[in-house]
Antibody
């Protein structure tokens, strides 16, 4: 079964760039028509979607973070990565990577978008502090 | 402030049935399907229900999901102590062009 594991520095200085990598094991990142997403969770708070990438390199980003986010994929290494620039203390959070399944379905006589995250990585805490 | 609205807390006794609500708008729950995630203390979220009412792999049928218009709910029957966790609803938002989450509901088993 597919498993995901985040890696990267646990401490980043303010104004610098946060860089994380998600390694996918148990299956090819290129198979199954999946997107690959990053999601974060500040301590004691809810979940926030950061963005996603398809294996063709096509990306979608949360508009609130779009100016600072870059997600890339390396299919040869079965990895995808997150770069978040100009970080502040507000970017301190647990960062998760997840496989993102998306498809057009039929709901109540019309089309709808079905999108879910499964599985998730275990998460990695990134603290922004000098 | 989350795009989807959930009650911050819910509780029940073992064996009871509890429901958790999730309210949205025409651009998310009104147009697309809802998913539910369970997050046990200190762990990553886990998919429970997808596409409104489909069980993720390995999820017991004590959990069930439903959606009507711009509202959705997660029901847990035969409540067990191990169900104590945070529960999040999520859906694609056509205006954001991305998924949005509820603020989460902390379920306490008394």
């Amino acid at each position: 079964q597919v498993q995901l594991q985040e890696s990267g520095p646990g401490l980043v200085k303010p104004s610098q760039t946060l860089s994380l990598t998600c390694t996918v094991s148990g299956g090819s990142i290129s198979s199954g028509n999946h997107y690959w997403s990053w999601i974060r969770q500040p301590a004691g708070k809810g979940l926030e979607w950061i963005g996603r990438i398809y294996t063709t390199g096509s990306t979608n980003y949360n508009p609130s973070l779009k100016s600072r986010v870059t997600i890339s994929v390396d299919t040869s290494r079965n990895q995808f990565s997150l770069n978040l620039s100009s970080v502040t203390a507000a970017d301190t959070a647990v960062y998760y990577c997840a496989r993102d399944t998306a498809r057009r379905g039929y709901c109540g006589g019309g089309t709808c978008y079905e999108n879910w995250f499964d599985p998730w990585g275990q998460g990695t805490l990134v603290t922004v502090s000098s | 402030q989350s795009v989807l609205t959930q009650p911050p807390s819910a509780s029940g006794t073992p064996g009871q049935r509890v429901t958790i609500s999730c309210s949205g708008s025409s651009s998310n729950l009104g147009s697309n399907t809802v998913n539910w995630y369970q997050q046990l203390q200190g762990t990553a979220p886990k998919l429970l229900i997808y596409s409104n009412n489909q069980w993720a792999s390995g999820v017991p049928d004590r959990f069930s999901g439903s959606k009507s218009g711009t509202s959705a709910s997660l029901a847990i029957s035969g409540l067990q102590s191990e169900d104590e966790a945070d529960y999040y609803c999520a859906a694609w938002d056509d205006s954001l062009n991305g998924p949005v989450f509820g603020g989460g509901t902390k379920l306490t088993v008394l």
